[in-house]
Each structure stands twice: as C-alpha cells, then as structure tokens.
C-alpha cells in the first residue's frame, strides 16, 4: 500500500495534496421573508435556541445589507435567518436543501411531532439502494429541508422516492392560529435566554 492510499485510509475527509483544510462549518444563511416569524419555525418544529439576533438600526446605519435572526439547531450547526424578499428555492426544484441527520428510533416520533404542528412533510420513506429514512418538508418561506436517518429499523418497508414536491408546500399561513401561542411562547423563551447570556457576558 502506498503512503497516499494509508493516508486515505486514515483520514478519508482529508484531501492529503492540499496544504490547508477547513476546521468545519461556521453558519450557514437561510433567506425568509420575516425573520422572527422564521425563527418561530425553527425553534418549535427543529428544536432551535436562538444564538443571537440583529440590531434593529444595523442596516439603516449601513453596517449590514439585511437583518438576521441566528439559531443553533444542534452542536456545531448554526442557521442565520436573514429577511429578504427573493432567493427562496422554487416548489418544484431539488436544489438546494438542507438535510439533518436525526438518530435511529425517533424517525417516526419525527413524523408526529410535524404533524403536530402543522406542517406538511412526505416520508418516512427511502430512496433505491440508500437503505436510509428521510422526511421531506419546507419552511413557511418554501426552504427545502429534510430529516434523514441512518439506521432505520423497517427501512425495507418504508416507500421508495421520489415523491410528490407540491405535497410539502405550505397551503395555509404557518403557524395555525391554534399553534400561535404555542409557538410564540417557544421563540419568546429563547429570545429571553439568549438576552439574559448576552447580558451577563456584557456585564462581565
């Protein structure tokens, strides 16, 4: 075996010829048309705690293009939420979205959890050959997302994609009006913590 077949071997996400490697991802940015009405989404369905959220004047004193909201949905995964009226994916398109890995045993309890707050989704279902889970769905502002789980006990039973894309659109205004003070009650409490660690930070 050659030293670049061992060093493969080693490390198969290090590319061996380059001098310099990404540490790994900082933040990825979402477009949505309201940022805090975003931000509901993500903190009530995918479990986010907002990190951090723009100043109301930065852009009118010219020190940003837009305003965000910053969640983190897990350890090392950060989402800014930056209001802007285009860019969103089109319904029918593939391309880009954002997958999730969640663990084995919580696929279905995935399932109910959207069901219960409203939002369309395909699946859990597979793909030929993958062997793998996903639920397809979006966010209010059309985002393509997707849960995919390694691991799924009963994946051989489960449907084979590809599915159905106008099944996943938003038909109505999200939250329900019965889901919005749930909702607003989710992101209120996580705006109120992130407040208060930003509070002590400043105060020392």
């Known amino acids: 075996m050659s030293t670049t077949d061992l060093e ?21 940015t979402v477009p949505v048309r309201d940022r805090y009405k975003a931000a ?30 910053g969640l983190r949905l897990s350890s090392g995964l950060e989402f800014d939420l930056f209001e802007q009226n ?10 880009p979205h954002h997958a999730f890995n969640v663990a084995p045993g919580t696929m ?19 793909r030929e050959g993958s062997g793998n889970a996903e639920i397809y ?3 209010p502002d059309g985002n393509h997302l997707e849960l995919y789980c390694v691991g799924y006990s009963g994946v051989e039973n489960l449907p084979k994609g ?11 205004p999200w939250p329900a009006p019965e889901l919005q ?12 913590r992130m407040r208060a660690r930003k509070r002590r930070k400043n105060n020392g």
């Open 86 to 95: 285009y860019g969103q994916p089109k319904w029918d398109q593939s391309h």
């Open 162 to 172: 590809p599915f159905d894309k106008q099944s996943v659109v938003h038909q109505t």
């Open 40 to 69: 509901q989404f993500y903190v009530a369905v995918l479990g986010g705690e907002v990190h951090h959220e723009s100043h109301p004047d930065r852009v009118k004193e010219g020190k940003a293009r837009a305003l965000q909201v």
């Open 8 to 28: 493969l071997d080693m490390n198969p996400d290090v590319n061996p010829d380059s001098p310099l490697h990404l540490a790994s991802l900082s933040h990825t």
């Open 137 to 139: 769905f979006n966010d």
């Open 181 to 192: 003070a749930d909702a607003s009650r989710l992101l209120d409490a996580s705006l109120e």
């Open 108 to 126: 279905d309890k995935w399932a109910a959890h959207l069901k219960k707050w409203g939002v369309p989704f395909a699946g859990p279902m597979t």
